[in-house]
């Protein structure tokens, strides 16, 4: 028998905001934007598993959440989230998560597939594929398949609820945990305080998730009963992944990195091989957060609900969207008053894939050097790094403006000798080269 376990320029600029106002309705972008994904998956690939392990493997509900800092900056929990993605994306990319042998693998996956037409059977039929490939590939991983997760749309809702019943089913069949998150989550429904938009998850919802899953990840989640989501006043994604940032605490050794998706999409304690620096990136689509927007989060990041202390270091990678030199001054004048004698570090943009306007990013990193030596901060240049020996875009490294694995690999070493003192053992290119060269290259969507 199965287990069961009831817990359930302005050119641009204007160019880049579009972008980011699509981000922030998740529903329809998340499954379209098969630029994320190969992205996401291709940093996936270049990093490490080992057996002790604890691996948290989905779609956006999984990808948005900082799981390891919620069970107390346990370096051994990583995210395998890819926002968008299907049950048969995770299958094709499944061999870069358990090759490593994992200690606990947990698994969601299906609300994409069925809100895009795709059967509960099919659903059902690849997790089957999965759950049997990590028996055979890796016997010593434990598994949990988490259901499905309520959503606002009840017809969606009533194929959600099917298809659990078939998981629940599949699960005693192959003697598998299946941990029941729908009765736990089930306010999602109504949004509020739960969702802004009836899917993904503020803070709230992800407390008690990861009560509900505490007794088999093995710690106990950061999360008091006291403390409120923040949304920073950010629409949709934007707010909710704030939530998460004004919940976690904050301690005097943390270095913390606020951007973009660039940001969001590195997993930095993996890649600095550090727990004492923190992600605070947010967004999934290309483009980014304006500096009023920035500012609004900073003050959520900073003070939050009371559980935060001043950063060792604060690092930012800001302007995708919003290339206004005047407006990231200003942003970076309203960091030095609320975290007074923190040292501040500016990243450059990183280079794109179209020539002309690698031209115009270029300039304002040059702009922003500048700004960096009138404010007494320190820059750090990844234009040039990521270029290649002809001064184009390094294609290895960044593909359809996203960074990818070996990109983040050689951003990690440059970011580096900044966080010695936080104890930064990054993740080198050739180690990171190694670790693809093991693994099946995954084919995507079309």
């Not at 007794?215 to 403390?227: F, K, T």
Request: proline share 5%; hydrophobic share 40%; with cysteine.
């Amino acid at each position: 028998m199965g287990h069961f376990v009831k817990v359930k320029s302005r050119g641009l600029r204007a160019l880049a905001l579009a972008f980011l106002i699509l981000s922030s309705t998740v529903g329809s972008v998340c499954v379209a934007d098969h630029a994320f994904r190969r992205h996401r998956f291709d940093v996936m690939r270049s990093l490490p598993v080992d057996s002790t392990d604890i691996v948290f493997y989905g779609n956006s509900i999984t990808n948005m959440h900082e799981w390891w800092e919620a069970f107390g900056s346990d370096s051994r929990i990583l995210n395998r989230g890819a926002s968008g993605a299907s049950s048969r994306e995770l299958l094709k990319n499944l061999g870069s998560v358990i090759d490593g042998h994992p200690a606990k693998l947990f698994l969601m996956i299906g609300t994409n597939d069925i809100s895009g037409g795709v059967t509960v059977d099919t659903v059902v039929g690849n997790i089957r594929r999965m759950a049997e490939r990590v028996r055979r590939e890796s016997p010593s991983t434990r598994l949990y398949i988490q259901s499905i997760l309520p959503r606002h749309e009840q017809w969606k809702n009533d194929s959600n609820r099917l298809a659990n019943e078939r998981i629940e089913l599949l699960c005693r069949q192959l003697g598998v945990t299946f941990v029941d998150l729908w009765q736990p989550l089930l306010g999602v429904r109504e949004k509020g305080e739960w969702s802004a938009d009836g899917l993904h998850l503020f803070a709230r919802g992800y407390r008690e998730w990861c009560r509900a899953i505490a007794p088999l990840v093995g710690r106990e989640p950061v999360y008091g009963d006291s403390m409120v989501n923040m949304p920073s006043g950010l629409p949709g994604s934007l707010g909710m992944r704030s939530s998460y940032f004004g919940m976690l605490p904050l301690r005097s050794t943390d270095a913390i990195i606020i951007g973009d998706e660039m940001v969001h999409g590195g997993e930095w304690h993996e890649l600095l091989g550090t727990p004492r620096v923190k992600n605070r990136g947010t967004g999934w689509g290309y483009g980014g957060l304006t500096f009023d927007q920035h500012k609004a989060q900073l003050k959520t990041i900073l003070t939050g609900n009371g559980n935060k202390e001043l950063p060792s270091k604060i690092f930012f990678y800001c302007g995708t969207a919003d290339k206004d030199l005047d407006d990231y001054g200003s942003l970076l004048e309203h960091a030095r008053g609320m975290a007074p004698g923190v040292p501040l570090f500016v990243m450059s943009q990183i280079p794109v894939n179209d020539p002309l306007e690698n031209a115009w990013v270029a300039a304002w990193n040059d702009s922003l050097r500048q700004l960096c030596e009138r404010k007494d901060v320190t820059f750090i240049d990844l234009f040039h790094p990521l270029l290649d020996a002809d001064g184009h875009t390094d294609t290895d490294c960044v593909k359809e403006n996203y960074l990818y694995g070996k990109g983040y690999a050689r951003v990690a070493e440059i970011l580096a000798p900044y966080l010695r003192e936080e104890g930064a053992r990054p993740l080198t290119e050739e180690e990171a080269a190694r670790v693809v060269a093991r693994r099946l290259v995954p084919s995507f969507p079309k």
